[in-house]
Each structure stands twice: as C-alpha cells, then as structure tokens.
C-alpha cells in the first residue's frame, strides 16, 4: 500500500472528462473538458445559474488538459497496478488518466483523479446539470486536499456526490431517463412536487 | 464463590479476578492485559489446549473494550472437558493486549477481526491488519461511539 500513501497535495490538477448519458442513439457521446488547470484560465464558466436559490458561486472547472498518446499502463497485478476507484452507479471515480476518446486507462498518473457520470444512463443529463456535478466535485477535491488518496477519501467524495445526485432529482433539477436500459428508479420513484416546500399537494377529502 | 481454577491460580500466586460462573456453570476470570501472556502459558501448560473461540466486545460507551477466550481442555476419555472463560479488559484510549497467537494459532484470524472491529492492537501478532473492512478504512465500527460514514447505497431502487 505504498503507493496509497501519496498525500493528495500533490494534486494540483484533475480530470474531469466525463460522458454522459443520452439518448440510445448517441451512445458514444461524450464531453471533454479542454480548460487548463491554472485557476484563473478560465472564468467564462460562470453562466447563469438558473437556480436562484443556491448564492454560492459554483467551483471553476479546472480540467487537465488533453492528452495524446495515452497509453493503458499498469493495469496488471504483475506491474503492482492497483485499482484505486470508487464505483457507485451514477458515480465512477478513478485516481487515473483516462483517455476520453479511445478510453486507455493510465494508472500510473495517479495525481488525476477521472470521474465517469452516470455510465448507465439512467438520468437525462444537460451540460449545466453536468457542470453542476462536475464543480461540486471539483470543490470537494479541493475541500479534501491534504487527505490521503486512499479508497476510503474517494468512496467519500463519490458518496457525496451521489447525494448531490439525488438532491439535484429531488429538486427536478435533473429527470430520469425514461429509455434507460435498466429502470429501477434507484433514487426512489418518480413523484410530483417532492422537495417543493411552498406548493404541497393537498390530500383530496 | 470461587472456581477451580481460580483456586488453582491463586495457589501458584497469580492475579486474577473470579467473575462469576456464566449460565452453563463456566467459569469465567478476568486477567490484566499486562498478566495475560504469562497467564496464558500457564494456563498452556495447565492443559488447557484448544482455544474454543476468541471474541471482543465494547463494555460501555467510553468504557473498557473486552477480549473474551474461550478455552476447553482437550482429553482422550473425557466426556465433560474443563471450560474456562477468560476476559482482558483494555482501556479504550490505548488498547494493548497481547496476543495469544504463540499459545494457540487458531487465535490468528479471531484477533485481526477484534483487531478490524473494535481497534484493539494485540502485541506480537504476526500479521495484525484489517480482515473484514477495506484496508483504508477509518474508525472502528463496532465501537459504540463509532459513527458510520454516510456512504451512498443504492436503497430505493425495487
């Protein structure tokens, strides 16, 4: 567990490539971000933010920049590749490169950390709704700076972000996507009015 | 009320506590962590060789943590074999106790687990890392004050 060792300070940069689930057609759909990874690169991402109710300003994106000729390296026990991840359904967090286009998978960059949103497709995700996903992550990487970059540390970031998840569906924010393969409804049932506190449905006397 | 054994240990001079008898009439002493190895050989060589079963528990919130051993003294003709119980008390801010795997090796796997749930570090364990939980884990789950991360699980989902 050497390698588990290396404090997250070193983490300066993340990859936040991440695809997202459309419809069946678009199957290989996939965004990048292409930002660089100082913080003051790019500040156009603050587009309106058509929630009102949240005054926090979100997390710039720092992505890193795109890489070519990535190649999958240490994925072997041999090489004493281990996989360091969090996987939960909506959230697939790897402290690795991953190449977005040809999805090689470099272990031995283990100061990036990729987030994968939502493989299975089961939420209709915008490119605000993901962005939104994507600087909350960005803020809890920054906030867990200094943690070890243990699976414990990135099992709590990809929890917190599925609760992010389930907030954003609580709030309608983001809907189920009705053509998923599996659908389970995994984040409860699909109802009306959930989280809106002014207009409760009245019970019919 | 005292047990035999009880009479036995204090007739060679070593310290122990007499709790009681348990509901099957075992008897049940309880040992210093810092007695328990020397006491352990003895009881070794007493004839008590078969570890029966090796547990912990958390006495009482921000009380002592308990290692609890069962031991049966093994014999060819015997239909009721000796039991005794044996607990070690260890304060919760520094749980040391030392380990009984030199005496008896069953006591392996039982310890990393008391080890992995209730952090209580057995000297001289050969191997003393986490059995059940991920290595990387944090906290010691079945301690009473342990508070559980609120790890997303898939729980709606029919």
């Known amino acids: ?205 | 009320m005292q047990g035999r054994l009880s009479a036995w240990l204090v007739k060679h001079g070593l310290i122990h506590r007499s709790l009681g008898f348990d509901y099957q009439g075992i008897e049940t002493l309880q040992i210093k962590p810092e007695d328990w190895h020397s006491v352990a050989v003895i009881l070794y060589v007493y004839g008590y060789n078969y570890l029966r079963s090796q547990c912990a528990y958390d006495v009482a919130p921000g009380g002592l943590l308990a290692s609890v051993y069962h031991l049966t003294r093994i014999e060819y003709g015997v239909d009721q074999p000796e039991q005794v119980c044996i607990k070690v008390f260890a304060p919760r801010n520094n749980p040391k106790i030392p380990s009984v795997f030199w005496v008896w090796k069953s006591s392996n796997f039982q310890e990393r687990e008391s080890y992995d749930m209730l952090g209580i570090f057995y000297d001289n364990h050969p191997r003393l890392k986490r059995i059940l939980m991920p290595e990387s884990w944090i906290g010691w789950p079945l301690r009473k004050d342990y508070i559980a991360p609120n790890f997303y699980e898939i729980q709606d989902a029919h």
């Open chain 1, 1 to 205: 567990m050497a390698a588990t060792s290396i404090s997250m300070v070193a983490c300066t940069k993340f990859s936040t490539l991440g695809w997202i689930g459309g419809r069946k057609r678009e199957v290989r759909k996939r965004r990048v971000f292409s930002v660089s990874a100082q913080q003051d690169a790019e500040v156009k991402e603050t587009r309106q933010m058509k929630d009102e109710k949240v005054e926090k300003p979100r997390t710039p994106l720092r992505p890193v920049e795109r890489q070519v000729n990535v190649k999958s390296k240490n994925m072997s026990v041999q090489m004493g590749g281990q996989w360091l991840s969090s996987v939960t359904r909506h959230i697939r967090i790897y402290a690795a490169y991953i190449d977005p286009e040809t999805w090689e998978f470099d272990q031995t960059q283990m100061d990036k950390l990729t987030i994968l949103l939502d493989p299975t497709k089961e939420f209709v995700w915008t490119d605000d709704t993901a962005n939104m996903v994507f600087s909350y992550f960005q803020e809890l990487v920054d906030h867990y700076e200094g943690a070890p970059l243990t699976e414990y540390t990135l099992r709590l970031i990809g929890s917190d972000l599925e609760h992010y998840i389930r907030k954003l569906l609580y709030d309608g924010e983001i809907k189920y996507n009705m053509d998923a393969r599996v659908l389970n409804f995994s984040m409860g049932k699909p109802r009306i009015m959930f989280n809106h506190n002014e207009g409760q449905p009245q019970d019919v006397q």
